[in-house]
């Protein structure tokens, strides 16, 4: 291993009151592997981020090569050296692999621009790095993994002195995988620095020569590799210290009736074979990394995305559910991560959002009245103590709770019995994160169902009479909650199936 | 909510307007003694009763496709539609040919009829089968335009230029009852029912918040492609209802003569305040726009007639053509503003000052 190349020193990142990084350290050597680990939300792509120019540190320093460094932009990084890889590619399906490596800095012939010289430049590229992709087919017929290659094939012809790899395993198959540590592996030897994220444990320890652990936005220290075990990184990643009020036994009565059973779930890539049940009156914790496909289950069951096989049984009775509207009338209720996109009219008001599943109700004679619409969405929403000057008030003016409040008012004037919320206090300032945990704890107290999919550990240990871990779209675990740890919901959550 | 003097104007969706409405008709005011005073035939009896004869079809049509926008969609296909149902109609009933107006009744069965089958076709091929709103009313515009004179010539035998008789209780009925224009009756009624269905009805409800998102309109439970495709119905049928009127004030028709009638509906409906991509609508702004493009319309015209030689039809293109990308700014900024949102002084900031 070589000399340092990049030191990162105290590095603080403020988003509006939100303090991201709290004094992170974080060092990479030439020819070297430094895995960066986390949880989600841990800080780890902030970090990238302030180191490629995105973002501004708030405190700190950067050395580079010697040098006190702080990069405006992406160019910038970029013209220094710095490359990085992320998990989704940003890449042109309908030019050729040349045609994309080059891009911006086209090989030109008068004023034509020579393609035969770009793929001969390539090819030899490829060689160099023992890659063996034709670079004048087009890029969308690659498969991801090879697309991958083909960045990294870019970054190198860059004169790249620093690769992040942003997850770059999550799409690829294991012999892709293969091929990719042999690339990283000639890229070591010729004294190229990389960083590399990812929440696999077997791969750590295969391609990293050091771990850098991050939680909640601290820096929780640096190992070699090779004098750690698995078990000592996951402890590292969640921690010692325990948030103070995780739940010590279920809340739900032995004799409680099971109210849904989802069997042998199949939808779409994400999700394979789950089978699960909710009783009445209980919080259901789904845990797992992101792309565990929690979200994809949902979705299937209450119907927003095809299933391709699987059953439904509601209070012991085989339902079909086909749309959302199927869902909601047999009582089940979705509230979206993504509240934006998936739950909420923002330029509507308060009124019209809380009353739009239930807008039959208020019909007489084929005509709507108004009136009563807004006293019922008064009535709710004062119940939730949603704060909002009035009923009539936009959406988008309410804070992120209390939009969240608007949409459980939704499904509570809905009647429903089974609330599914993904990420409820996602986006959701700390305040206001209490009071939605105690509407969720006052819906299980009055006898509905809560199904809570949540990516922050602290979160499912404190609400859930049980959990439920996925990984990689199966089911690899149920934990009561009496026997939840954060270290062995992370142990199922990173269970992946051997190849 | 004091609602009972006048339940359809204290609906959210007229006051919202309320502002740009007030604009149009100060506008609409001006714009008519600008060019009274420019030519003084423009306020005579005669000219008033084109304008009305024009007015009408034009601001049924737009009428139908608030609904579509309001979706967050469009409909191409309404001129076509239009004047396509009115030739298919003529060409099987005959009409100005052998039977005169013997079964001149039919036709009106046939016109609606056939509207409401094109509506549906769009409904169901952007519903249904995802196509993008402007790719499949593109299309049912050409295959209307094209499919209803085919049938027209079959049934003809020669072109399918068709006439309808110029006077008789067809345009009794909708255009002229004893000098009253009484095409305006209609409008008025159309436009209260339109009022009650967007405001007052789970239809006009939904369309709406498919407008403003459309997967939160579907994941609440809202049978989102039966309401896209009521919408694009009800934007055919009233553009089935629109050949009546055109066809009893234009009696000699030409499928040509439908070419562009889709683009002078929307600018109406664009000019009165329905937001481009959906979710908010003025069915009174629709009236009003289309009222305010029919006075630019025949002022130009009057204004420009006897030796000027610029012609008409090209200025108003070229006015409306303003107007239109005007009142679409106007949306964009109001959005604009609606959606800055005040940010409390960052922690960043705080840090910053506390260094200093």
């Given amino acids: 291993m070589g000399e340092t190349i990049l030191t990162m020193q105290g590095i603080q990142k403020y988003f509006s009151g939100v303090h991201a990084l709290k004094g992170v350290n974080f060092d990479l050597r030439a020819g070297e592997v430094h895995a960066l680990m986390g949880e989600n939300g841990a800080g780890k792509s902030t970090l990238i981020k302030v180191l490629c120019g995105i973002h501004k540190k708030d405190g700190g320093s950067i050395t580079y090569f010697g040098e006190d460094v702080q990069f405006g932009n992406i160019a910038e990084s970029q013209a220094a050296g710095i490359s990085v890889i992320h998990q989704e590619l940003n890449m042109m399906n309908h030019l050729t692999v040349a045609q994309n490596m080059f891009i911006g800095r086209e090989f030109k012939r008068g004023v034509l621009i020579d393609d035969r010289k770009m793929e001969e430049e390539a090819q030899k590229l490829f060689d160099r790095i023992g890659v063996r992709i034709d670079p004048g087919v087009k890029l969308g017929e690659l498969t991801v993994g090879k697309q991958q290659m083909v960045e990294i094939a870019k970054a190198v012809s860059r004169d790249c002195k620093l690769l992040v790899l942003d997850e770059p395993t999550a799409a690829l198959t294991q012999p892709e995988v293969e091929e990719l540590f042999k690339i990283m592996n000639d890229l070591r030897d010729k004294g190229i620095g990389m960083i590399y994220i990812s929440h696999r444990m077997d791969e750590i320890n295969r391609i990293s020569d050091r771990v850098t652990v991050m939680r909640d936005g601290e820096y929780v220290g640096t190992v070699n590799t090779a004098e750690v075990t698995k078990d000592d990184i996951v402890k590292m990643m969640v921690g010692r210290v325990i948030m103070g009020e995780q739940k010590q036994k279920s809340a739900v009565a032995e004799d409680a009736p099971v109210v849904l059973e989802v069997k042998h779930l199949n939808a779409g890539r994400e999700v394979r074979d789950v089978s699960f049940h909710l009783r009445r009156g209980e919080i259901l914790g789904f845990a797992g990394l992101m792309g565990a496909g929690r979200t994809e289950v949902v979705r299937a069951l209450y119907g927003a995305d095809p299933k391709q096989s699987g059953e439904i049984w509601l209070s012991g009775k085989k339902v079909k559910i086909k749309t959302p509207a199927q869902a909601v009338e047999h009582g089940i209720c979705y509230l979206s991560e993504d509240r934006k996109r998936y739950g909420l009219m923002l330029m509507k008001s308060v009124t019209e959002n809380t009353v739009i599943a239930s807008v039959d109700d208020f019909i007489s004679a084929g005509l709507i009245n108004d009136s009563k619409m807004k006293e019922a969405s008064a009535e709710f929403n004062e119940k939730l103590r949603t704060k909002t000057p009035s009923m009539e008030q936009l959406l988008k003016n309410l804070s992120g709770g209390n939009q969240q409040k608007v949409i459980v008012a939704r499904w509570l004037m809905k009647n429903s019995d089974i609330f599914i919320f993904d990420e409820p206090t996602r986006g959701i300032d700390v305040g206001a994160k209490s009071e939605i945990y105690r509407l969720m704890e006052d819906l299980a107290a009055q006898g509905k169902s809560v199904i809570m999919i949540s990516s922050e550990l602290a979160e499912i240990l404190r609400m859930s009479d049980r959990i439920l871990v996925m990984c990689e779209g199966r089911k690899t675990g149920e934990l009561d909650i009496s026997e939840a740890t954060q270290e062995n919901i992370m142990q199922l959550a990173t269970m992946r199936e051997e190849n | ?356």
């Fill in chain 2, 1 to 356: 909510m004091s609602n009972k003097k006048s339940p359809l104007l204290n609906v959210k969706g007229v006051l919202a307007g309320g502002k740009q409405n007030m604009v149009i008709i100060l506008a609409a005011v001006a714009l008519f003694f600008v060019f009274y005073l420019i030519n003084p035939s423009f306020a005579s009896d005669l000219n008033l009763n084109n304008m009305a004869k024009s007015f009408v079809p034009y601001a049924i049509l737009a009428l139908g496709v608030t609904f579509v926008i309001a979706t967050g969609g469009i409909d191409l296909s309404i001129g076509t539609v239009c004047i396509g149902s009115a030739v298919l109609a003529g060409a099987i009933c005959r009409t100005g040919v052998a039977l005169e107006d013997g079964i001149l009744w039919l036709t009106i069965p046939i016109i609606v009829l056939t509207g409401t089958v094109f509506g549906l076709i769009n409904g169901l091929l952007v519903a249904k089968c995802k196509l993008a709103p402007f790719i499949a009313t593109l299309g049912t515009m050409l295959v209307s335009r094209g499919l209803t004179s085919v049938v027209a010539e079959a049934v003809r035998e020669t072109s399918s230029a068709v006439k309808y008789p110029t006077v008789g209780w067809f345009q009794d009925i909708f255009v002229k009852y004893n000098g009253f224009p009484v095409g305006l009756l209609w409008v008025l009624a159309l436009t209260v029912i339109c009022m009650v269905v967007m405001y007052k009805t789970k239809i006009g409800r939904y369309i709406l918040a498919i407008g403003s998102n459309e997967e939160a309109a579907r994941l609440s439970g809202i049978d989102t492609d039966k309401y896209k495709i009521i919408a694009y119905v009800i934007g055919g049928t009233f553009a089935g209802l629109a050949a009546l009127f055109y066809t009893a004030a234009n009696p000699s028709l030409t499928i040509a003569g439908g070419n562009g009638m889709e683009l002078d509906a929307i600018a109406g409906v664009y000019i009165g305040g329905t937001s481009t991509t959906g979710g908010a609508a003025s069915i009174m702004g629709t009236i009003l726009g289309s009222l305010i493009l029919v006075i630019i319309r025949n002022g130009l015209n009057l204004a420009l007639s006897g030796g000027s030689i610029v012609s008409a039809t090209n200025i108003t293109y070229a006015v409306t053509g303003v107007i239109v990308v005007g009142a679409v700014m106007l949306d964009i900024l109001k959005k604009k503003n609606a959606a800055k949102v005040k940010i409390p002084p960052t922690a960043e900031k705080k840090a910053e000052a506390s260094k200093s």
